[in-house]
């Protein structure tokens, strides 16, 4: 593993910038003088009383659309303000311990993109995948031209502009469509923007494929782990806990080789509080994210129980990526459990740090109920999910446990010692071997 020591207590909360402070869609758009970038400062504190350690930022950079489509990755968008806003993000979250992750877009560019525009005139195409005289755009959209990998003026490209923003603040980079970049130019430029910024950590996105392998041949830190949020929401809307059983053992397997970024929701796919059937169930997809072995990502607004679909068209990104007013606002009561049950499972989180490189052991699983241990050298907790309408006993001795003290769960208050518990219908438990 290379990932850098400060990632193991990493907590990410995550924001889409342009959508968040209404930047897009907008029409009209705002202007630079608009600053809104520095909307995000007035949330800083909110993050940190969640419990979060960082700022995952999605795209920031000058870009025609959705931010996606850069057109600069030199420049801030104007739609979100100026340098000196990010200048100002940055020492505000400093002031408050937060870490910063950048979003990269290095496997295609936007139409604006200066060197596409020449190329476009006659100028010098060598920058893109062509085939013939047409440009190869990403996954058929028009509006995204991919790169040519083989390029090394490509690769020294990407190196200079992930090295200029980390020398700006930044802490770390997501590398967007990482999937659809050859092995060999990530392997080409994270060596080089590691030998000055050792501390940085690269998580690719990553949807399908041989996880392990992709990260030994690329270089990259951490991947996203699409495999384990499709289980968890899938195993409680199917009643079908040995489907996630099953993907917490794939997940074992990756931890041999990196620490994947862990997440329930992210700016790409249907909100939890929405993908769930059950409402009730999303505490029990936070408790398996804060368990299980990973560094999580919270997508702004989950924590609130907001929702939104995700739809295949035009736009339908734009229900999951709304503009925030001011934290707080809006959410009802149920949001507001939503978010002390957020702020008690990320504390839970941090006070037990070695969770970020926890193996996770099914010990019981029906379709109904799983009770799982998650385990790091000698630290061990006990985690049992019921989805049925019938409370669920768990006898520790069973299990191989002499006792242990619940310390966290819903309809439970923390116990000093117990050798049996009851989990209640619909309801979770966290348990502290003694």
């Given amino acids: 593993m290379t990932e850098p020591d400060w990632v193991q207590h990493a907590i990410w909360w995550q924001i889409y910038p342009l959508g968040f402070v209404g930047a897009y869609p907008a029409d009209p758009p705002p202007a630079?003088?608009?600053?809104?970038?520095?909307?995000?400062?007035?949330?800083?504190?909110?993050?940190?009383?969640?419990?979060?350690?960082?700022?995952?930022?999605?795209p920031v950079f000058a870009s025609r659309t959705h931010g996606y489509d850069t057109s600069d990755h030199h420049r801030i968008d104007p739609r979100l303000g100026t340098d000196d806003d990010f200048d100002h993000l940055v020492a505000e979250c400093r002031a408050r311990g937060l870490r910063i992750l950048l979003d990269g877009v290095f496997n295609h560019?936007?139409?604006?993109?200066?060197?596409?525009?020449?190329?476009?005139?006659?100028?010098?195409?060598?920058?893109?995948?062509?085939?013939?005289?047409?440009?190869?755009?990403?996954?058929?959209?028009?509006?995204?031209?991919?790169?040519?990998?083989?390029?090394?003026?490509?690769?020294?490209?990407?190196?200079?502009?992930?090295?200029?923003?980390?020398?700006?603040?930044?802490?770390?980079?997501?590398?967007?469509?990482?999937?659809?970049?050859?092995?060999?130019?990530?392997?080409?430029?994270?060596?080089?923007?590691?030998?000055?910024?050792?501390?940085?950590?690269?998580?690719?996105?990553?949807?399908?494929?041989?996880?392990?392998?992709?990260?030994?041949?690329?270089?990259?830190?951490s991947l996203t782990q699409y495999e384990l949020w499709k289980a968890i929401w899938s195993s409680l809307n199917d009643t079908n806990f040995h489907e996630l059983a099953w993907s917490l053992t794939r997940h074992n397997d990756f931890m041999d080789t990196f620490v994947p970024m862990t997440f329930i929701g992210n700016h790409d796919v249907t909100r939890?509080?929405?993908?769930?059937?059950?409402?009730?169930?999303?505490?029990?997809?936070?408790?398996?994210?804060?368990?299980t072995g990973g560094t999580p990502s919270i997508y702004a607004g989950d924590e609130s129980a907001y929702r939104g679909?995700?739809?295949?068209r035009f736009g339908g990104d734009d229900a999951v990526r709304p503009e925030f007013s001011s934290p707080g606002e809006g959410v009802g009561e149920h949001g507001q459990q939503v978010y002390?049950?957020?702020?008690?499972?990320?504390?839970?989180?941090?006070?037990?740090?070695?969770?970020?490189e926890a193996r996770t052991e099914s010990l019981r699983v029906t379709n109904e109920g799983l009770v799982y241990a998650a385990r790091s050298g000698e630290h061990m907790l006990v985690v049992a999910l019921n989805i049925d309408d019938a409370p669920m006993p768990v006898s520790l001795p069973e299990l191989g446990i002499e006792s242990g003290a619940v310390i966290a769960g819903s309809g439970a208050p923390p116990t000093e010692q117990l050798t049996d518990a009851v989990v209640p219908p619909h309801g979770w438990l966290v348990i502290a071997p003694r």
């Fill in 32 to 58: 630079a003088e608009e600053h809104r970038l520095r909307r995000i400062v007035d949330w800083l504190d909110y993050t940190v009383e969640l419990g979060a350690s960082g700022l995952a930022l999605g």
């Fill in 272 to 291: 939890i509080a929405s993908q769930l059937d059950d409402p009730e169930h999303v505490e029990h997809a936070l408790t398996i994210l804060m368990t």
């Fill in 109 to 221: 560019v936007g139409t604006e993109f200066d060197r596409f525009r020449e190329a476009q005139e006659g100028g010098d195409r060598s920058w893109f995948r062509t085939r013939g005289r047409d440009f190869v755009t990403f996954e058929g959209h028009g509006g995204l031209i991919t790169l040519d990998h083989s390029n090394p003026d490509v690769v020294d490209y990407t190196v200079e502009v992930m090295c200029h923003w980390l020398s700006r603040g930044a802490d770390g980079w997501r590398l967007d469509a990482a999937y659809a970049v050859p092995d060999r130019f990530w392997a080409q430029v994270l060596p080089r923007v590691r030998e000055r910024f050792p501390q940085a950590w690269f998580v690719g996105e990553v949807i399908h494929g041989d996880y392990s392998a992709i990260v030994r041949d690329c270089g990259f830190d």
């Fill in 309 to 312: 679909v995700k739809e295949e």
């Fill in 340 to 356: 002390r049950t957020h702020q008690h499972l990320i504390g839970l989180r941090r006070r037990h740090p070695w969770l970020h």
